[in-house]
């Protein structure tokens, strides 16, 4: 769990179980000042349990750097100290490829309950676990498809036992609009929409808002918070009149955008994240960038 001291705002991770029941205040590592540590309620001079933050990386258009996206920020937000839970919706399984792994059980086993959830998951950093996808989630869509009635809800209730176990869970999805993709949407909080500016993708943008608000129908808390523009090419006009006309119509979700970056494109073949990778290249810069922005934290990395 994360406290953040109430005088000077630094946050701290510390193992929950570590604390022991009777400790009821806590002192600031940083700045000394003395608390109360209020683990069940929250309140003005206390605290913080947060609970889990929820984010779907989602946009029906392929290509666009979802599976970057997703795989980055996680690693990211894992790197600024949040406990953190990958999980790979896609058939492809290119999340446990870019980060160079190949789990041996994921999603399909926790779903048809085939293992235990702590089974399911693969640490695959430091604070950071991977609940990987693959080609067996092909049989989860025929499930899901299966089912008379509630087959939307079967993500949210296979993954709600992670539920306050970490800081954020972050999904990646498939392109394309299925039983896989509503499960997703059914089950996260926020959802981030990577947006190519290669190509025209402002028509895909608003197709999946109509699907999305569909869905808000049943879900109100179901939020597009973030929409982060994606290969910007400074050199080329039509790329920085795109991100102008996006910033105008949806300025409020709009992140600094992440630019074609060649480094983000060879990472994955070495496993390894873009801050593995190629700690100095514009990408990490940019990747840095969304985590201070969905962190809420301007002073991340610096
Ligand atoms: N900012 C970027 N600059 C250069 N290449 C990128 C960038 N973002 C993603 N890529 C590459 O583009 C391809 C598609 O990205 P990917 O994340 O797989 O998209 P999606 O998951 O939406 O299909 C991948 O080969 C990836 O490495
Ligand atoms: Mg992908």
Avoid at 37 to 52: H, Q, V, Y
Avoid at 75 to 82: D, F, Q
Avoid at 94 to 112: C, D, F, M, N, R
């Amino acid at each position: 769990m994360i406290i953040t001291c109430p005088r000077c705002k630094k946050q701290c991770n510390i193992d929950e179980k570590r604390i022991p029941p009777n400790v009821r205040k806590a002192r600031c590592k940083s700045c000394g000042y003395l608390f109360a540590l209020n683990l069940s309620a929250g309140g003005e001079e206390s605290l913080s349990r947060k609970s889990t933050r929820i984010i779907g990386v989602a946009l029906s258009k392929g290509g666009v750097g979802k599976t970057t996206t997703a795989v980055n920020l996680s690693a990211g937000l894992a790197l600024a100290g949040h406990k953190v839970l990958l999980i790979d919706t896609d058939t492809q399984g290119q999340a446990s490829y870019s980060l160079g792994v190949k789990p041996k059980a994921g999603l399909v086993e926790l779903i048809t309950e085939e293992l235990k959830p702590e089974e399911t998951v693969c640490k695959v950093r430091e604070r950071l676990w991977l609940l990987a996808g693959g080609k067996s989630l092909a049989g989860v869509k025929r499930l899901i498809d299966r089912k008379d009635f509630g087959g939307e809800l079967t993500f949210k209730e296979s993954l709600g036992v992670f539920d306050g176990e970490y800081d954020f869970i972050v999904l990646d999805t498939s392109p394309g609009w299925d039983a896989l993709t509503v499960g997703v949407l059914f089950y996260v909080k926020e959802v981030l929409t990577p947006i190519s500016l290669e190509v025209m993708a402002l028509q895909g943008l608003v197709e999946f808002m109509k699907s999305l608000a569909s869905i808000r129908k049943y879900r109100e808390e179901l939020e597009l918070k973030y929409i982060l523009p994606t290969f910007l090419d400074g050199r080329v006009k039509q790329s920085q009149k795109m991100l102008e006309e996006l910033s105008k119509l949806y300025g409020q979700q709009i992140c600094s955008p992440v630019r074609y970056n060649v480094r983000i494109a060879e990472a994955p073949a070495y496993g390894k994240t873009i801050y593995e990778y190629a700690p100095g290249s514009p990408g990490a810069h940019d990747y840095r960038e969304l985590v201070r922005r969905v962190t809420n934290n301007p002073n991340l990395f610096r």
